[in-house]
């Protein structure tokens, strides 16, 4: 079984991930506001992944067919301080001061809806990362090369940020935006073929 696959999101990381199992998904990114209540970075993902999914879903679920809806959001927490997306070249900076030298945790939230059935499915995937110690010169420079100011953290564990990364826990996959295995194992147990 297949069927169309819609991609809730414009992160070009998402779609490289998903293209990277085989699967070619359509991009439709959401046009919701994202409000999300809650203290817990797991649940707030969550619910800003069921926005994403549900906006698009209405837009798209009365095609003919099988298709999934895929929304995700991704957040950096650190001594439960959410980061999200840097607006400045300093906060930037101050973000990657607050995650050098230590441990952090990536969440990510993912919603699939199915249609036609609309069956949903909302899941958090969690990795820790550790970054080694910065000196104010490397956090300058790395700011400096642009690459944090469209990611969650101020950092992209896929670009120059590798070179600071000592090590993970958990899916590395799930730090870039995505949580594949998790995403094909849910849609093979629904009878999808991916490649």
């Not at 991009?27 to 919701?32: A, M």
């Amino acid at each position: 079984m297949g069927g169309s696959i819609i991609l809730a999101s414009a992160s070009p990381r998402r779609r490289e991930l998903l293209r990277q199992v085989g699967l070619m998904p359509e991009v439709i990114p959401s046009g919701v506001e994202e409000v999300a209540a809650g203290r817990e970075p797991g649940e707030i993902v969550k619910e800003l992944s069921r926005q994403k999914a549900e906006d698009v879903f209405l837009a798209c679920g009365n095609r003919e067919g099988s298709l999934v809806v895929i929304g995700a959001d991704t957040v950096v927490s650190v001594d439960g301080k959410i980061l999200g997306k840097p607006g400045s070249k300093a906060e930037a900076k101050q973000m990657i001061g607050l995650l050098q030298g230590r441990e952090h945790q990536v969440y990510t939230g993912v919603t699939m809806i199915f249609g036609p059935s609309g069956e949903r499915l909302t899941f958090a995937e969690r990795t820790d990362v550790h970054v080694r110690m910065m000196s104010r010169e490397q956090i300058a420079r790395y700011v400096a090369t642009g690459e944090p100011m469209d990611k969650a953290g101020a950092y992209g564990i896929q670009g120059y940020f590798a070179a600071f990364i000592e090590g993970i826990r958990g899916d590395y996959n799930n730090v870039v935006g995505l949580p594949v295995e998790r995403v094909c194992r849910e849609l093979m147990g629904r009878g999808w073929k991916l490649f």
